[in-house]
């Protein structure tokens, strides 16, 4: 009897990342255009440092208009804030950082883990229960892997584990390389954000190149992919 093939896998989303919120109201004007320009699965916010009071009123400000959008809100960091701000979840970076948090946000939120620059600290992460793995975003220096090695980790992951994983793309190009890679989600923000005005044609380019990756790696043989 022949195997069965394997079933294809869901095509990958967008996750956009916001620039470090200090005043929302810009970005709250913009939102509602910018989630409706691509199929964005989740919102990274990141906040300017402030007190916490002015930081849960940021997040409450903004988880309004992403949830109304269908989309999932995430804090990068900041844990302690996501109930009291009406997040679903939290971007945690590092081992340690997981370690303490992973247990109090799941499983009511959302818990994604990146700051993994080995394959045995992934592999720890999604052992844990994280939500997501996310690959390639930089490190405090502003140094990153090369693209090419952040597509060889996705795909490494895509194919041997359940938990799904996420690249995190400086350009349209790694977008539409990332998705080919494996990718489940792929991280946009900082190209978005360049030209002000433009951020919507930013992100209908991402998705553009997001379903050219998908759609490479539907016509790639396993060969080609590995």
Known sequence: MAAKPAPPRPAPRLYLATPALADPAPLL??????????????????????????????VKAVAGVVQAAGAALLLD????????????????TGLA?????LPQLQPSRIAGVGGLPT?????????????????GEPAEDGTRPSPEAIAERLNWWAELFEPPCVGYALSPDEVEEFAAAGADFVLVGDFVWTEPGAE???????EAALKRGYAAAGTATPASQG
Do not use: Q
């Open 97 to 101: 950082d997981m370690k303490e948090w």
């Open 29 to 58: 004007a913009a939102l509602p255009r910018l989630l409706a320009a691509a199929d964005i699965a989740a919102v990274l916010l990141r906040l300017a440092p402030s007190d916490p009071r002015t930081l849960i009123s940021r």
């Open 77 to 92: 960091g900041h844990a302690d804030l996501v109930a009291r701000g009406g997040a679903d979840g939290a971007h945690l």
């Open 200 to 206: 919507a044609a930013a992100l209908a380019e991402a």
């Open 119 to 135: 394959r045995h600290e992934s592999m720890v992460a999604g052992e844990a229960g994280a939500d997501y793995v996310l690959f």
